[in-house]
């Protein structure tokens, strides 16, 4: 059966984005400009190359600082929702059911270089264990900033009645991957050797845009549809362009 055929049989599959310009440690970065496009227009256009997905849907808030990004939405052609700013979880399943979605991609908007490839390979994890998540975030092998997970929208629903921990909705699938008991799971691994888990191809920083910079303006203009094979051979060739945000912490969860 193909991709297609499945998703018509069982899935509307939806890619929700969850995005604001008020980040604290660089607010705007999402529409920080790299070799002449919004990042979050480079990271629309790796997602709709993913075979899996039915539809894309930004998912932001009603401040008016985010007016910019519903703007951006509407000009490159993909839906989007507006919601709480604290209540991601509330925001990411009601995107998801403004457009029938029966099952979720979450992606956030500061991984500009998400490779369709890997979306792809979770989804059919999802689909082919029927499973109620599935990531590559639950071991880390992949880069940061290639973070996927997929479940269920009756998960979620699922999710929303049993928590309401700050926490949980700020971060929307922790509750899922928290409780094993409750949840079946499934992990995706990248197969790459060990030392290309702690490359760091997310945006939080201003070092960390640098690195996306560097990435963008090597590949992207002699082949748009890079990959993360890409990536990993520019960071063996140049490792001082993808260690500039080494020593960047990701903020913790709780």
């Keep these: 059966m193909t ?5 018509d049989v069982v899935q509307r599959t939806a890619a929700i984005i969850e995005v604001r310009m008020t980040s604290t440690r660089l607010p705007g970065k999402v529409l920080r400009r790299v070799v002449g496009k919004p990042l979050l227009e480079l ?23 985010d007016d910019v990004i519903a703007e951006l939405a509407e000009r490159i052609g993909v839906g989007c929702y507006r919601g709480s700013e604290d209540d991601v ?3 990411v399943l009601e995107a998801a059911r403004s457009v029938s979605a029966s099952t979720i991609v979450e992606v956030t908007g500061d991984c500009p270089l998400m490779d369709p490839q890997v979306v792809d390979r979770v989804v059919r994890t999802l689909y082919e264990r029927g499973c109620d998540y599935a990531s590559n975030i639950l071991e880390r092998t992949f880069p940061r900033g290639l973070d996927v ?7 979620l629903e699922r999710v929303a009645e049993l928590t309401q921990d700050p926490v949980d909705h700020e971060h929307v699938s922790l509750y899922i991957y928290e409780h094993p008991e409750l949840f079946s799971l499934a ?15 997310t945006v939080d920083t201003v070092d960390d845009l640098s690195v996306i910079s560097a990435v963008f303006e090597e590949l992207y203009p002699r082949n748009p549809s890079f990959g993360l094979r890409d990536i990993v051979d520019m960071a063996d060739r140049r490792p001082d362009v993808l260690a500039q945000n080494a020593s960047v912490s990701q903020k913790p969860v709780r």
């Design 3 to 7: 991709d297609a055929q499945r998703r």
């Design 187 to 201: 992990s995706v691994v990248s197969g790459l050797p060990a030392r290309h888990a702690d490359l760091r191809l």
């Design 149 to 155: 997970q997929a479940f269920k929208t009756s998960v």
């Design 43 to 65: 990271l629309i256009e790796r997602l709709r190359q993913a075979v899996t997905l039915d539809t894309i849907v930004v998912a932001t808030t009603t401040n008016a600082t």
């Design 89 to 91: 979880l509330d925001r």
